[in-house]
């Protein structure tokens, strides 16, 4: 179990970034992908936008695009508003049980 997976657990939404580098190493790692350095852990963003969806019975599964680089699959709350590709999203809960699980909200 990483730290990405532990913070999960707690709500927390964070990604490992090099110093070195100063870049995110996405997917996470204890190591960076580029320099094989110490990365730092950080919170990330929870303002993405919505790069994919579909819907499944009631359920509206997506992909959502953080800080221009961190792609993540979840589920979209059905709200009051019609998704449409490009449109801003929250993370609102995250979790890990097997996997990580993700809750978007439109804004
Ligand atoms: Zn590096």
Redesign the pocket.
Known sequence: MNQFENELKKDKFVCSE??????L?WPPSNF??????D?IWRQVSRNGKLIEFSKKDNTIFCIAEFENMIRIMGELEIGTKKPQIGQDLELVKCNYDIKGNFFFQLK
Do not use: D, R, Y
């Not at 090099?18 to 870049?23: F, G, S």
């Not at 960076?32 to 350095?37: D, I, Q, R, V, Y």
């Open positions: 090099c110093p070195k580098c100063n870049k190493v960076c992908s580029g320099c094989f350095g990365v």
